[in-house]
């Protein structure tokens, strides 16, 4: 799905995401869709829903929680990057790694109040030794040693479209948009339902909005 | 790594023993460093920190997941602890070995009397603090583990760094013979100061709460129990105080027990590292209706049995 957005060139625009708890079933479909989109490792998901037992039968329920890179206005893993590797993009928020750069001493991993960074140990694929073709060609998108994390489908983004785990969310449940647009969909949805963000006592303005 | 899909209090699982040796490696010679300046200790306690560092410094790059790009590690002093503390290796181990230099290399423009000498020897000596400093400050800038995020841990690490150190000494002492036997109550005074630091360490993160609190519950849980309980208290503090207090012919193995226990402690401060966990549950989610009591339930059930009975007839 195209992303609508309202460019002004005079701003920088703040990309946040508005998790629906009420209309997130916990079914998965972002988790596997950033695995097909960005082929992550095995055991490893940038995107995952993590899920709580309340409560005794019968009363019990289960609380479904979308969990992600925040990509945080002061991300506390970008200043603990020794090599810079971890930097945030001068014309938006996001908060991307320069494989490139990072050396793998893990201080941004260990950082990250969302456990939304990964170290792969090596580019093993599920299989084994033997990668499938699919994992040849998806596979060399990150690299084995160093840091890796949710980049919000950068590249889909700078091309007008949605992340893959919000465009196949079958109850609709995630919504981007521009934090910095009061008209936007998401600074609507979050001035008119209650919501939180996770652990932000911690400081690091997480840009995304669980809505309860 | 695998990563988890329920919302638990989790520990890092980044860290171990790598790092742990680092920490105990780099802490306990570069405390060394600092005692040799201010206790004019023999030039071999010098080569044995210089040396401690190096070895050190080969274990950390085990630890990186791209070690031949380590070189990038020193390009963010500004804001990353890391990268100073990088730098901070980098000159004590070039300023330590310049400053002894003159002890095996003659015809150098300055010897260790000189005031370059001697210049050279105390910006060692600060690199070398500051390198005891460094992980500390480095931890505690973890917001999101309690139990690293406060300002007693760079105190405790100095603790073990100075504890570290005058086991080394305790040790040194068995081949450099009965000269350093003064050294044994400075052992013990450390030995005593260094329990008192972690004692209130645990006492404070244990009145914090939360993942604090879970961290020191897990320092006396399953599987790290017997490591924290024999390995750091048993052996690294009571045994070896003990030893020095009233057996002082059991230097060598007082300054081991020491030193283990040094070691075990980083490795267990390092795996208890407990994260915030994520708040499922928020003021204001409604789950009213999730925590109707049995008699509510019958109540509706009767009520929409009796509508559906009533839409029938």
Not at chain 1, 129 to 142: A, L, N
Not at chain 2, 99 to 121: E, F, N, Q, Y
Request: charged share 15%.
């Amino acid at each position: 799905m195209a992303l609508s957005v309202n460019s002004v060139a005079s701003r920088a625009v703040k990309w946040g995401v508005a998790v629906d708890l009420k209309r997130c079933v916990g079914c998965q479909s972002c988790t596997m869709a950033c695995k097909a989109e960005n082929g992550t490792p095995p055991g490893i998901f940038w995107t995952r829903v993590i899920e709580k037992e309340e409560g005794s039968y019968p009363f019990a329920y289960t609380v479904f929680m979308p969990m992600r890179c925040n990509h945080c206005s002061d991300p506390p893993c970008v200043p603990v990057c020794p090599t810079g590797a971890s930097h945030q993009r001068a014309h938006d928020n996001l908060v991307l790694v320069d494989q490139d750069q990072c050396v793998g001493c893990h201080a941004c991993v260990v950082a990250c109040p969302y456990e939304a960074r990964f170290i792969p140990d090596n580019a093993r694929g599920y299989y084994g030794k033997h990668t499938t073709p699919y994992e040849e060609v998806s596979f060399k998108k990150w690299q084995a040693g160093t840091a890796q994390k949710c980049t919000l489908c950068v590249h889909r983004l700078d091309a007008g479209l949605q992340p893959a785990c919000i465009d196949t969310c079958p109850t609709r449940a995630l919504v981007i948009g521009d934090l910095n647009d009061a008209q936007s969909e998401i600074s609507k949805l979050i001035q008119q339902r209650p919501r939180f963000q996770p652990r932000a006592e911690l400081g690091a303005d997480p840009n995304v909005f669980y809505l309860t | 790594m695998v990563q988890g899909f329920n919302a638990e209090l989790k520990c890092q699982q980044e860290w171990g023993w790598l790092l742990s040796v680092w920490l105990f490696l780099s802490g306990t010679g570069c405390g060394l460093f600092v005692l040799f300046k201010i206790l004019d200790l023999p030039i071999f306690f010098a080569l044995l920190a210089l040396g401690s560092i190096v070895l050190g410094g080969a274990v950390l790059l085990l630890e990186l997941g791209s070690p031949l790009r380590a070189w990038r590690g020193a390009s963010r002093i500004r804001t990353s602890w890391l990268s100073r503390g990088v730098v901070f290796v980098c000159f004590f181990i070039l300023t330590g070995f310049l400053s002894i230099a003159p002890a095996w290399v003659p015809g150098l423009p300055w010897d260790s009397a000189s005031l370059t000498g001697g210049a050279l020897g105390w910006i060692a000596a600060l690199c070398a603090l500051m390198i005891v400093l460094y992980p500390g400050f480095f931890l505690a800038q973890n917001r999101s583990i309690p139990f690293w995020n406060t300002a007693w841990l760079p105190v405790v690490l100095i603790g073990y760094a100075a504890t570290g150190a005058s086991a080394m000494i305790l040790l040194g002492s068995a081949f450099l013979g009965d000269g350093l036997r003064p050294f044994d109550s400075l052992a013990a005074v450390l030995l005593v100061v260094n329990a008192i630091l972690v004692c209130v360490y645990l006492l404070a993160m244990h009145r914090a709460g939360g993942p604090a609190k879970e961290s020191v519950r897990l320092l006396n849980a399953p599987p790290l129990s017997w490591t924290f309980r024999l390995g750091v208290i048993l052996v690294g503090m009571l045994l070896p105080l003990l030893l020095v207090l009233w057996v002082p012919s059991a230097g060598v193995l007082a300054g081991g027990c020491m030193l283990a226990g040094s070691l075990l402690f980083r490795y267990c401060v390092l795996k208890v590292g407990v994260y915030v966990p994520p708040a499922l549950v928020q003021a204001g989610m409604d789950f009213s209706r999730l925590n109707r009591t049995g008699t509510d339930l019958e109540r509706e059930y009767a009520g929409m049995a009796a509508h559906h009975a009533g839409g029938r007839g």
